[in-house]
């Protein structure tokens, strides 16, 4: 894109009488005095790469709602916490560490597994190392997503 046109683009985008419009709006007020081949292109790359634009953009994420304290177990074994440590060396075809932890006595266990592990296995290694010395807990806290806590 040669000077004269970023500079035609600037006028009609960047300067306060033009005020960061978007890129349609920009479109319909530069077709009313100029043409060139692609310039719909160089239009949407310029407004796309302003910077006060990106500023101010409001985000189109939904709102995230407010964190909530975890209550403090009745006792020991009420409540775990489970996660997966990935990114580790493979060692006898595992690769990656499935961490359990009591949130009231922090009585941890770290059982090898794979990356690739289903729900039912992570269930069966979860009774084999944890329920078959404890007791089953009646709240477990994880990080994976809703499907994982169901299948499992």
């Not at 033009?18 to 292109?41: I, L, N």
Request: proline share 5%; glycine share 4%.
């Amino acid at each position: 894109m040669g000077e004269l046109r970023k500079r035609l683009i600037h006028e009609f985008h960047d300067t306060p009488l033009a005020g960061h419009k978007k890129v349609r709006a920009t479109m319909a007020e530069f077709q009313k005095r100029y043409f060139w081949p692609c310039k719909g292109a160089d239009v949407e790359e310029h407004v796309k790469a302003c910077v006060k634009c990106q500023m101010v953009k409001h985000s189109t994420q939904p709102k995230i709602g407010k964190l909530r304290p975890l209550s403090i177990p009745k006792q020991n074994f009420y409540s775990i916490l489970m996660n997966f440590m990935t990114c580790i060396l493979k060692v006898a075809g595992n690769n990656a560490i499935m961490v359990i932890v009591c949130r009231l006595s922090k009585w941890s266990a770290f059982v090898p597994c794979s990356k690739q592990a289903t729900a039912e296995k992570v269930a069966q290694l979860f009774l084999d190392n944890c329920v078959r010395h404890r007791e089953f807990p009646w709240d477990i806290v994880s990080v994976r997503g809703l499907l994982f806590q169901t299948q499992f």
